[in-house]
C-alpha cells in the first residue's frame, strides 16, 4: 500500500506539470503566429490608441484595457472585505459567530459564476423599477459581482494564514504590553503575508477568467475601452468566447487563440506584480523586525 501510494504521489506530481505544458505548448503553437500590431490596434496607428485614446475597432487592445480595469477594480473591492473579514474571522469572533461565518463563506464559495451574474442582472432590474430608472449594467456592477465570486478566496485564505502564525508571536506581543488590536496589526498581519497574498493572487487569476458574470452584467462586443464606471466596455474572456463560438474563417479562430495567449500573458503579468509586491513587503517586514 505504501508503494501504490508512493508511485500515486510520484504519478501525480508529474502529471499535473505535464498537462500544464502541454496545453502552453499548444497555445503557443496556435497562438504566437497570430501575434502582430495589428491583432492588437487593427488598422489604427499604435501611437494613436496608446497616446490619444484614437478607437480602435478591429484590435484587442480595448479587450486588454477592459479586463486590465476590470481585474483591477474587482480586485480593488474584494481584497480590503476580504482581508478584513478574515482577520475578524481569525481573531475577533466568538466561537459561535466563526462557525455561522465560516458556513456562510463555504456557502458563497459554492455559488456558480452564472449565478452570480445574474445576481447583478436581477440587482439592475430592482433598481430600475425602484429608485434608479436609468441603471444599467457596466464595469462597476462586472467588477462588484467578480469581487463577491472571489471574497471566500481572500477571507480563507486570510484566516488559514493568521492561524499558521506561530504562537510565540503572539506571546511576544502580550509580553510586550500591545493590545490584541496592536499585536494582530503589528505582528501577526505582517507575518501572514505570504499567506494572504496567496489568496490575492488566486482572486486576480479567478477574476481575470470570468466569462459567465461579465456577461450578464455589462460586456458588449465591439464596445470600445471603458468610458466610465458605469459604461459598457470589452473584455478578453467575452472576446475569446465570442470567436470560439461564433467563428466563420479560419483567420478569426487564430485570432481567438492569440487572444487566449495574450490573456494568459496579462494574467501571468498580473501574477507577477502582486509576487513582487509581496517579496517587497516581506522583506520591509523582516528588515524592520531585524533591526
Known amino acids: 500500500m505504501e508503494r501504490m501510494l508512493r508511485l500515486f504521489a510520484w504519478g501525480a506530481s508529474v502529471l499535473v506539470p505535464a498537462v500544464l505544458l502541454t496545453l502552453l505548448a499548444f497555445l503557443l503553437w496556435r497562438g504566437v503566429p497570430g501575434w502582430s500590431l495589428a491583432l492588437f490596434f487593427g488598422d489604427t496607428p499604435p501611437l494613436d490608441a496608446v497616446l490619444r485614446g484614437a478607437p480602435v475597432f478591429d484590435g484587442l487592445w480595448p479587450a486588454c484595457l477592459g479586463t486590465v480595469a476590470l481585474v483591477l477594480l474587482a480586485t480593488a473591492i474584494a481584497v480590503p472585505l476580504g482581508i478584513a473579514s478574515g482577520v475578524y474571522q481569525a481573531e475577533f469572533a466568538s466561537p459561535r459567530q466563526r462557525a455561522a461565518l465560516s458556513f456562510c463563506v463555504d456557502l458563497l464559495a459554492g455559488i456558480p459564476s452564472i449565478l452570480m451574474g445574474l445576481f447583478g442582472f436581477a440587482l439592475i432590474l430592482l433598481l430600475r423599477k425602484t429608485v434608479a430608472p436609468a441603471a444599467n449594467t457596466g464595469l462597476l456592477l462586472s467588477a462588484g459581482c467578480l469581487a463577491l465570486l472571489v471574497l471566500p478566496y481572500l477571507i480563507s485564505t486570510t484566516r488559514l494564514a493568521l492561524e499558521s502564525v506561530p504562537h510565540e508571536l503572539r506571546l511576544a506581543g502580550a509580553c510586550l504590553g500591545l493590545s490584541h488590536g496592536q499585536v494582530v496589526g503589528r505582528i501577526l498581519l505582517p507575518a501572514a503575508l505570504h499567506g494572504i497574498f496567496g489568496g490575492v493572487i488566486l482572486a486576480v487569476g479567478r477574476a481575470a477568467e470570468d466569462t459567465a458574470v461579465i456577461l450578464l452584467t455589462g460586456v458588449v462586443a465591439n464596445a470600445g475601452a471603458p468610458s466610465s464606471l458605469f459604461g459598457k466596455y470589452e473584455a478578453l474572456p467575452f472576446h475569446i468566447y465570442y470567436l470560439a463560438a461564433e467563428y466563420q474563417t479560419p483567420a478569426q479562430l487564430a ?5 487566449a ?12 506584480v502582486a509576487r513582487l509586491l509581496r517579496a517587497h513587503l516581506e522583506t520591509r517586514w523582516k528588515t524592520g523586525r531585524s533591526q
Open 255 to 259: 485570432q481567438a487563440f492569440a487572444a
Open 261 to 272: 495567449l495574450v490573456l494568459l500573458c496579462i494574467t501571468g503579468g498580473l501574477f507577477a
